[in-house]
């Protein structure tokens, strides 16, 4: 039950993408077709699901004080968890090349580009301010991937009819898909009423 | 990029400060700014511009760190191999995020608790990484230089400016200082209101999506008034 609380917590109520607006960078750069939006979208789940509980476990058996090293190196943090990620992204990269040339000629070129998503570092860092446990972690990764997905596949279908809207030229682009963001966004914060608790019969 | 490179192989003499040095720092304000122009950097440029203090800590941190991370990439271009080229990149970069964030720990801790997540996630500032890899491997230390505090500027104008709009119309106060709506204690002395009461704070501008319309504002002008910028796709 605590679980799906927080996957739905992740996925709706706290979405990366539209509640914290985090990898915006690629949000709104690869946001102008759903094919190519649902690949990165599915790469970020993958990533963000494999990241996070790594990035737990080296935070709570390296660098925590009761760790392999018995002395705080949380310092650490940020190179270690980006060190995880950009090799993480590399591994999948080859795993998937290996196993699922299909999937990997879809997700290829958006994975290098994941690494530098805010939305993964994101997403560790809030898994350390958010203090949660191993399994939570994994969770909480998965869940914020699927909110994130959602996000950019929602938007790039809205792109893709404003096409052929008269849209003044100077917004054109980049101006209109900002205001369609910050609309989204507007229609997520209604969903922060929402106790998930209630909704899975506590 | 192409241009800029066989210009430096043009003139022999090293110039301190000259032309091209004046535009690498001044090019980002305008013509070729980090967030309206090349969007990159949104994230941080959303999340931390509630209030002109916070942008202006984030600009400074942002600038330091482009600054510095271009002068150091430059310095090792010639010594890192290009295919693990990302990583080492990303280590600098962490590495100098760091020392940012244990200073800004140092110097104002309750700054750094209310910028939370975002000093870390200078790291995957796009701003940073797409100037190492478009200016600073190609280019030597000191423009490198010059061209990271020029980004780090242009990024720092516009978060001031969105910060700026938001607090002043969102808590009726720049920098902290109240200029709108009514004052703190106006239920128990209707005379203590600031003077300007006819406007009363909109707490909807301090909310993440008015970030968003009010940089489509800039967008829109910044795209009036410059014309060739317009998207024609």
């Given amino acids: 039950m605590e679980l799906i609380n927080i996957f739905l917590k992740s996925a709706f109520i706290e979405n990366l993408a539209l509640s914290y607006f985090l990898g915006m960078c690629s949000f709104l750069a690869v946001s102008k077709s759903v094919k190519t939006a649902s690949g990165l979208g599915l790469a970020v789940i993958f990533v963000l699901g494999i990241t996070i509980p790594i990035n737990w476990l080296i935070d709570h058996y390296l660098l925590s004080e009761n760790g392999l090293f018995g002395m705080d190196l949380t310092f650490l943090r940020f190179i270690l968890f980006i060190a995880v990620i950009a090799s993480m992204v590399q591994l999948v990269e080859m795993v998937v090349e290996k196993v699922s040339p299909a999937l990997y000629s879809a997700l290829g070129i958006f994975l290098p580009l994941i690494t530098v998503n805010c939305a993964i570092l994101g997403g560790s860092l809030f898994m350390i301010s958010k203090e949660l446990n191993f399994s939570e972690s994994l969770v909480f990764g998965l869940g914020g991937g699927f909110g994130w997905f959602l996000a950019i596949v929602a938007i790039a279908a809205i792109r893709e009819k404003i096409r052929y809207s008269n849209v003044p030229a100077p917004l054109r682009g980049l101006g209109i898909a900002f205001i369609i963001t910050g609309f989204m966004g507007m229609a997520f914060m209604a969903l922060m009423g929402i106790d998930p608790a209630a909704l899975v019969g506590k | ?160 400016i ?31 209101i600031s003077m300007l009461h006819w406007y009363t704070p909109n707490n909807l501008m301090v909310l993440f999506p008015s970030a968003m319309f009010v940089l489509a504002v800039i967008i829109w002008l910044h795209r009036t008034w410059n014309s060739k910028l317009v998207d024609v796709s």
């Fill in chain 2, 1 to 160: 990029m192409a241009d800029s490179k066989t210009n430096a192989k043009l003139d022999l003499k090293p110039v301190f400060f000259g032309k091209k040095e004046k535009k690498l720092l001044l090019d980002p304000l305008n013509d070729n700014n980090p967030i309206t122009v090349q969007v990159l950097g949104i994230c941080s440029a959303l999340a931390v511009t509630t209030l002109t203090t916070k942008a202006l800590t984030m600009a400074v941190a942002v600038t330091l760190v482009v600054g510095f991370s271009n002068l150091i990439t430059s310095l090792l271009r010639k010594l890192i191999p290009s295919e693990v080229r990302m990583i080492a990149q990303l280590i600098i970069i962490a590495t100098l995020v760091t020392v940012v964030s244990l200073t800004l720990q140092a110097v104002n801790y309750p700054m750094y608790k209310e910028l939370s997540v975002f000093i870390g996630l200078i790291i995957t500032n796009c701003i940073v990484m797409g100037r190492l890899e478009a200016f600073a491997m190609a280019n030597d230390p000191w423009r490198s230089f010059l061209d990271g505090i020029g980004n780090g500027l242009g990024y720092g104008v516009i978060l001031l």
């Fill in chain 2, 162 to 192: 969105i910060a700026a709009l938001r607090e002043l119309l969102g808590k009726g106060a720049i920098f902290g200082f109240k200029l709108f709506g009514p004052g703190p204690d106006f239920l128990v002395d209707t005379q203590a």
